[in-house]
Nanobody, 124 residues
């Protein structure tokens, strides 16, 4: 059974930073992409950033370019999301998800393993 567990969420003021972690476990895990998604109240879940864990290639939504970075530590089976210069509009539940993909995608429907989420709240 594949499990993804997020951690690191919290409350920060605008301009602050947070680092989220996503620990991936499970003997049957064969995914090559791990991405971060977010869902604000009343809005659809959207893809933020994803990484090919085999070669480290990363792909970003335009809304977070220059502010968010994703990285992985394959020895720890963990993917990180570093968020800088946070804005109130970044407030959302953040989820990590994994999939086997031929190319990068940020559509939540393309990811089939999901964590439970971690809340990020940014105050102005």
């Amino acid at each position: 059974q594949v499990q993804l567990v997020e951690s690191g969420g919290g409350s920060v003021q605008a301009g602050g930073s947070l680092t989220l972690s996503c620990a991936v476990s499970g003997d049957t895990f064969r995914g090559n992409y791990v991405g971060w998604f977010r869902q604000a109240p009343g809005k659809e879940r959207e893809g933020v950033i994803t990484i090919d864990i085999t070669d480290g290639a990363t792909f970003y939504a335009d809304s977070v370019k220059g502010r968010f970075t994703i990285s992985r530590d394959n020895s720890k089976n963990t993917v990180y999301l570093r968020m800088n210069n946070l804005k109130p509009e970044d407030t959302a539940m953040f989820y990590c998800a994994a999939a086997v993909l031929r190319g990068w995608r940020l559509n939540p429907a393309d990811y089939n393993y999901w964590g439970q989420g971690t809340q990020v709240t940014v105050s102005s």
